[in-house]
């Protein structure tokens, strides 16, 4: 397991935008990040394996983009154009196997979680 730090989340109007940031203390050969929202199971929002490129889920429809920063051992999600249905936990993680987007199984590395909430 890899230590990982989330920082950024908050609340702000529909249409509003926000970044998170997830710090990993190692490195990892994926880093994504999935969400928790009311009503529903656990969904990737972001996977970015190393040396790729990023794949989002089906609901980010262009809003959202995620950049790695490898020296730093970073992954940014800048979310724009925010939904109140967006709102609920978001997780970094992390894995040394699979970088799959659709599904959270093999992901063993995980952050606290940081809060998003967009209001209508």
């Known amino acids: 397991q890899v230590e990982l730090v989330e920082s950024g989340g908050g609340s702000v109007q529909a249409g509003g935008s926000l970044r998170l940031s997830c710090g990993a203390v190692?490195?990892?050969?994926?880093m994504a990040w999935f969400r928790q929202v009311p009503g529903k199971e656990r969904e990737g929002v972001t996977s970015?394996?190393?040396?790729?490129?990023?794949f989002y889920g089906d609901f980010v429809q262009g809003r959202f983009a995620a950049s790695r920063d490898y020296a730093k051992r970073t992954l940014d999600l800048q979310m724009d154009n925010l939904r109140p249905e967006d709102s609920g936990i978001y997780y970094c993680?992390?894995?040394?196997?699979?970088?799959?987007?659709?599904?959270?199984?093999?992901?063993?590395?995980w952050g606290q979680g940081t809060q998003v909430s967009v209001s209508s």
């Open positions: 970015f394996v190393l040396g790729g490129r990023p």
């Open positions: 993680a992390g894995s040394e196997t699979v970088c799959r987007v659709h599904t959270d199984n093999g992901y063993t590395s």
């Open positions: 190692g490195s990892l050969y994926c």
